[in-house]
């Protein structure tokens, strides 16, 4: 008896991430992002954590099916880009977010939220930043792919921001 195994196809190992479209495919951008995340996390001497904390809820929402994909989630990481980008991105605010995440206020809620996640999750992506080797333009690069991924968002910002009011008190 002869067994026959099936293999993967090749479209599958070379489709694009569907989160942020990186052509090397999902795993490929992930890789991408790991190693990126360490140059980022290791600027964090310089003053620069809030960046890696952008960076991460960044990446997050780009790729929101496999990091967020409930309200908890989403509340995280959209409200922690909200955060980075319309207020200061001290400690104090990512601290409050996460408190909010933890009460679970949105549980029995249908998700996602109305008009929904964005198809085309911004212009800027992790491979944006892969050849950046200086601190300047790590920091930089990370703002301006926030800004980008923010911008796709345009119409969850109310909900966004509603999350930051109700974390601050």
Same mark, same amino acid.
């Given at each position: 008896?002869?067994?026959?195994t099936?293999?993967?196809?090749?479209?599958?190992l070379?489709?694009?991430?569907?989160?942020?479209g990186?052509?090397?495919?999902?795993?490929?951008?992930?890789?991408?992002?790991?190693?990126?995340?360490?140059?980022?996390?290791?600027?964090?001497w310089?003053?620069?954590?809030?960046?890696?904390?952008?960076?991460?809820?960044?990446?997050?929402?780009?790729?929101?099916?496999?990091?967020?994909?409930?309200?908890?989630?989403?509340?995280?990481?959209?409200?922690?880009?909200?955060?980075?980008?319309?207020?200061d991105?001290s400690?104090?605010? +990512?601290?409050?977010?996460?408190?909010?995440?933890?009460?679970?206020?949105?549980?029995?809620?249908? +998700?996602?939220?109305?008009?929904?996640?964005?198809?085309?999750?911004?212009? +800027?992506?992790?491979?944006?930043?892969?050849?950046?080797?200086?601190?300047?333009?790590?920091?930089?690069?990370?703002?301006?792919?926030?800004?980008?991924?923010?911008?796709? +968002?345009?119409?969850?910002?109310?909900?966004?921001?509603?999350?930051?009011?109700?974390?601050?008190?």
């Amino acid at each position: 008896m002869e067994i026959v195994t099936s293999e993967v196809p090749d479209l599958l190992l070379t489709a694009p991430c569907p989160g942020c479209g990186h052509p090397g495919g999902r795993k490929a951008c992930q890789e991408l992002f790991d190693e990126i995340a360490l140059r980022v996390r290791a600027l964090a001497w310089t003053g620069s954590l809030t960046t890696w904390r952008l960076m991460h809820d960044v990446y997050s929402i780009q790729h929101e099916e496999d990091y967020c994909g409930r309200w908890r989630g989403l509340i995280a990481h959209l409200g922690g880009v909200c955060w980075g980008i319309e207020h200061d991105g001290s400690e104090k605010g +990512y601290r409050a977010i996460q408190k909010l995440v933890e009460k679970d206020h949105m549980q029995g809620k249908p +998700y996602p939220p109305a008009p929904g996640i964005p198809t085309n999750r911004g212009d +800027y992506t992790a491979a944006s930043l892969k050849d950046f080797n200086q601190p300047v333009l790590l920091v930089n690069g990370v703002d301006r792919w926030a800004r980008s991924v923010w911008v796709a +968002y345009e119409p969850l910002h109310d909900l966004a921001r509603d999350w930051v009011k109700l974390a601050m008190g």
